[in-house]
C-alpha cells in the first residue's frame, strides 16, 4: 500500500526529486494539486525499542497508516535539567529517519505539554520545582521551552518536508484552554530556530479564551468510546455514547472530562473553514487502577465510520500502536495521583498498551485487520470522498444513550455521487435490526427493494460511483479497493453480514453475487473484474503472508507458586478522590509464582500469555520489575524476545482482587470478580504463543 506522498522525496539525492507541495482547505490536505484522505497514527517513539523501530512501523504502513504521529515528552529527554537524552529508544533523529525510509510523513507533538498519561504530563520535575508559572507567557518558562525546541531541532534538521524530509508538521502544547497568545508564542520559537514547515496544528478542544489568528494552526478533534478518567466507576459513564451517532459539529464532550469538566457541544466560530481532522480518534483505550475499560473491536470501527460520514477527511488514531514507559532516572515516568502536576489518575508503571490495534508488543489485535477496510477504502476512494460534503437525514440530536428509533446513517455527496454510511452499532446497547431501509439521497433512491440492516451493521455504500467508464448506480456492498493495470480496473468490495450482496450498474441490477474472495472476480465486465470478499479476507486484502497468518500456541509454561499473599493491602483515595494504585512496597505481601520458560522456544515472535484474575499483576527477571497490567479481564502478555538470552524464568507478583473494590471492572467478567464479592487471585495458565 502506498504511503501518503510516496517514498520519493526520501531518496538520497534529493536535488533530482521534487518536493510535493502541501496545501489545504477547508476539506481536505492537498499534495501536488491531489487531495488526500490521510490516515494518521500515534505511536510513541520512546516507548518502543529502537531495535523495533523499523518492522513497527512498517506494520503501521501496512495496517493503511499514511502519517506517523508522536509525542516527545520533555522528561524522557531532559529529566535532569541540561541534560539531554537522545540515546537509544529516545533517539528522535533515528525514529524520524525510520519513518522517512518507510515513506511515512511525521507530525511531531512537541509540548511542553504532552499528557499521554506520562508523569506531569510530560514536563520534568524540575520544572514544575522551578517556580515558574506552567504553561503561560512566563519568560522564564518560555526559556525553558526553548532550550527543549533548539534540541528537538536538533534531531529534526535536515528531516523538515522543504529539506526532503518526513516532518510535514509539529502540533503545539495539548488540550490547552487558555489565550491563544501562548501557543502562538510557542509557534514563534519554533519558527525562528527553524521549524518551517507545510502546516502546523493544535488540539481543537477546549475552546481557547482567545483564538488563535485564522490559518495559524489547524485545529484537529477526537472522540473515544468510552475513558479511563472519568471519576466514576459505573459503567456506560460520561457521554461517549455520542461518538456513535453522526453529527455536523466537530468537539466532544467526553475527552479529559476529569480535567475540563462540562464541555459544550459547539463548533469554534471559524473552524469550519479548516479541514475536518483527527488527531485522538480512539484506537482503543488505557486502564486506570480505577477505571478497568475494555474496549471491544467494533467500538473504534463504528467511530471512524461515524467520523468519515460526518465529513472528517484524517483519521488521527490515539493510539495506533501500543508501548512501555521508558526507564527514569529519577522516577517512574508513569501518570499518577502522587505526582506534583497533572496527577489525575493512577496509571500503570510500566505498560502503555492501550489496546490499541496494535499492542505493546507490536500483536496485530482484531481491529488492525477491520479498520484497514477502511484505511484502503480511504487510499484508494480518497480523492473523490474529501471533497464531498456531509449530510444528515435525521431531524433531531440524538437525546439519550442507546436511543434507537432510527437508522443512523449520513452521506457525503458532491455533483451526484456519493457514499452513504451507517452505523447501526452502539458500546453496551445492542441495536435493533431496522426494516424497510432505502436511501434517498438527492434524486437517488437505493436499492430497488428495501432491505433490513442488522444490528451492529457499521457500513458504506457507494452510489452513482464512475468506475472504469462505467456508472456504479449503487451496491449494498461496501468499496474497499480499486487497482488497474494492462486495460482492466480491479474494484473489490466487501459484503457486510445479513445484507444480501446487490450491484447496479448502467441501470442493470446483479444479485446473485458470491463471495469468491481473490481466486476469481464475482463478475466480469469489459475492462472491469469486481471481486467480492468476507471481512476476514478484506482486513488481510494485499498483506504479506506473514501478517496474515493465525497466531498459534507453541507451548505451555510450567508455574510453581513460591507465596500466597499475607495482606490485604489498604486502597486508599488519592489526591482526585479516587482509588490509588498500589507501590513497590505493596508487592512484597503479593502472591508469587515462577514460570519457567522452556529451552527450545523461538523467541523471536514469541508472547508470554498469562490468563490470571487479580488485582494488579507485576512480572520480574532477576528482581527487575520489567512489566504491569492492571486486570481488566485480558490477558497479560509479555514478549520473549525482549527477555535476556540467558533468562529463563521469570517470576510473577499478583496483589488480590478485595470486597467492595472502588474500581470499576467491565460487567462482562462480573462472573469472574463476582461483583468484587471475591477475595483472590488465581493464575489459570500460562502459554508461550506466536505473535499474530
Not at 269 to 297: A, I, K, N
Not at 343 to 369: I, W
Not at 386 to 406: I, L, N
Request: net charge neutral; with cysteine.
Amino acid at each position: 500500500m502506498m504511503a501518503l506522498m510516496g517514498t520519493a522525496l526520501m531518496a538520497a539525492d534529493k536535488q533530482e526529486k521534487s518536493i510535493p507541495e502541501v496545501t489545504w482547505d477547508k476539506y481536505s490536505l492537498i499534495v501536488d494539486g491531489k487531495r488526500q484522505a490521510a490516515v494518521m497514527g500515534e505511536v510513541h517513539y520512546s516507548r518502543i525499542p529502537a531495535n523495533e523501530w523499523q518492522q513497527e512501523v512498517r506494520k503501521m504502513k501496512e495496517g493503511g497508516i499514511t502519517i506517523i504521529a508522536t509525542y516527545i515528552f520533555w522528561n524522557h529527554i531532559e529529566e535532569q535539567q541540561g541534560i539531554f537524552d537522545w540515546s537509544g529508544q529516545r533517539n528522535l533523529r533515528r525514529f524520524v529517519e525510520i519513518c522517512g525510509e518507510e515513506g511515512l510523513p511525521v507530525i511531531l507533538r512537541m509540548g511542553p505539554y504532552c499528557h499521554g498519561e506520562a508523569r506531569c504530563g510530560g514536563i520534568p520535575d524540575w520544572v514544575v520545582a522551578s517556580g515558574c508559572k506552567l504553561r503561560s507567557m512566563d519568560k522564564r518558562f518560555l526559556g525553558y521551552v526553548e532550550a527543549l525546541y533548539r534540541q528537538i531541532y536538533t534531531q529534526a534538521q535536515g528531516l523538515l518536508w522543504k529539506e526532503g524530509g518526513p516532518i510535514i508538521a509539529c502540533q503545539f502544547d495539548n488540550e490547552y484552554r487558555g489565550s491563544g497568545d501562548y501557543l502562538m508564542a510557542l509557534k514563534g520559537i519554533a519558527t525562528k530556530i527553524g521549524f518551517d514547515l507545510p502546516f502546523y496544528t493544535r488540539t481543537g478542544w477546549p475552546e481557547l479564551s482567545k483564538p488563535t489568528p485564522f490559518g495559524a494552526m489547524i485545529p484537529l478533534y477526537g472522540d473515544y468510546a468510552d475513558g479511563f478518567w472519568d471519576r466514576t466507576t459505573a459503567e456506560g459513564a460520561g457521554n461517549y455514547w455520542k461518538a456513535f451517532h453522526f453529527k455536523s459539529f466537530r468537539s466532544s464532550t467526553a475527552i479529559a472530562s476529569e480535567q475540563l469538566k462540562d464541555q459544550k457541544e459547539k463548533l469554534t466560530e471559524g473552524d469550519e473553514l479548516y479541514p475536518y481532522f483527527t488527531c485522538e480518534l480512539g484506537g482503543g483505550m488505557m486502564t486506570s487502577y480505577h477505571r478497568r475499560v475494555y474496549l471491544y473491536p467494533e467500538d473504534a470501527y463504528a467511530m471512524a465510520v461515524v467520523k468519515l460520514g460526518s465529513g472528517s477527511n484524517l483519521l488521527g488514531y490515539y493510539m495506533y500502536h501500543g508501548g512501555t514507559n521508558p526507564e527514569g532516572k529519577l522516577t517512574n515516568l508513569n501518570e499518577e495521583q502522587r505526582t506534583p502536576s497533572t496527577n489525575h489518575n493512577d496509571l500503570p508503571v510500566k505498560t502503555y498498551d492501550f489496546q490499541a490495534p496494535l499492542g505493546e508488543f507490536g500483536q496485530r489485535n482484531p481491529h488492525y485487520y477491520s479498520l484497514r477496510t477502511l484505511h484502503l477504502f480511504m487510499a484508494h476512494f480518497g480523492e473523490q470522498l474529501a471533497p464531498m460534503d456531509a449530510y444528515f437525514p435525521q431531524t433531531h440530536e440524538p437525546a439519550a444513550k442507546g436511543e434507537d428509533g432510527y437508522l443512523r446513517w449520513a452521506y457525503r455527496e458532491k455533483e451526484g455521487s456519493g457514499f452513504v454510511f451507517i452505523n447501526n452499532y452502539e458500546r453496551f446497547y445492542k441495536l435493533t435490526d431496522k426494516a424497510d431501509v432505502r436511501f434517498t439521497v438527492g434524486s437517488t433512491c437505493f436499492p430497488r427493494k428495501p432491505i433490513t440492516i442488522p444490528s451492529g451493521t457499521m457500513a458504506i455504500l457507494p452510489y452513482n460511483l464512475k468506475v472504469a467508464g462505467y456508472n456504479i448506480d449503487y451496491a449494498t456492498t461496501q468499496p474497499v479497493a480499486m487497482r488497474s493495470g494492462d486495460g482492466t480496473t480491479q474494484l473489490y468490495l466487501m459484503a457486510l453480514d445479513g445484507i444480501k450482496p446487490e450491484v447496479s450498474i448502467d441501470g442493470k441490477v446483479r444479485s446473485n453475487l458470491k463471495a469468491l474472495g481473490t481466486a476469481r472476480p464475482a463478475m466480469k465486465l469489459q475492462g472491469l473484474d469486481i471481486y467480492l470478499l468476507g471481512k476476514a479476507e478484506a482486513g488481510r486484502l494485499f498483506l504479506p503472508a506473514e501478517a496474515v497468518k493465525e497466531a498459534r500456541i507453541l507451548t505451555e509454561c510450567a508455574i510453581e507458586k513460591k507465596q500466597s499473599y499475607s495482606v490485604l493491602r489498604t486502597i486508599t483515595m488519592g489526591a482526585q478522590k479516587v482509588a490509588e494504585g498500589p507501590i513497590d512496597a505493596d508487592f512484597e505481601a503479593a502472591s508469587v509464582y515462577t514460570i519457567a520458560i522452556p529451552e527450545g522456544v523461538d523467541r523471536s515472535n514469541a508472547l508470554l500469555d498469562i490468563k490470571y484474575l487479580g488485582d494488579v499483576a507485576r512480572l520480574y527477571v532477576d528482581g527487575k520489575f520489567i512489566d504491569d497490567n492492571f486486570w481488566n479481564g485480558r490477558h497479560f502478555q509479555y514478549a520473549l524476545w525482549r527477555l535476556p538470552a540467558d533468562c529463563h524464568e521469570v517470576e510473577l507478583r499478583i496483589l488480590p482482587l478485595q470486597k467492595k473494590m472502588p474500581v470499576y471492572f467491565p460487567s462482562a467478567f462480573k462472573s469472574e470478580v463476582e461483583e468484587g464479592v471475591r477475595i483472590g487471585e488465581r493464575v489459570d495458565r500460562v502459554t508461550i504463543i506466536e505473535r499474530q
